[in-house]
């Protein structure tokens, strides 16, 4: 039983990784954005609140 045991242990633990490596390999470099022209952070802020809250107006 503890053989047994064991070896589901083993398995569990080399899906464990695999399951890690196949999520890293899907993780891209972080690119930080360049912005060519000046943003009112005021407006752009306004706006998405309006976006993402569902405002009507």
Known sequence: M???????NEENA???NAN???L???KK????PAISV???VLEATT???AVTSGATN
Request: proline share 8%.
């Open 20 to 22: 890690a490596g196949e």
């Open 47 to 49: 706006f998405f609140q």
């Open 29 to 32: 470099p972080f690119v930080e």
């Open 2 to 8: 503890a053989k047994q045991n064991d070896m589901i």
């Open 38 to 40: 000046p943003v009112d």
């Open 14 to 16: 080399l899906l464990q």
């Open 24 to 26: 890293s390999e899907l």
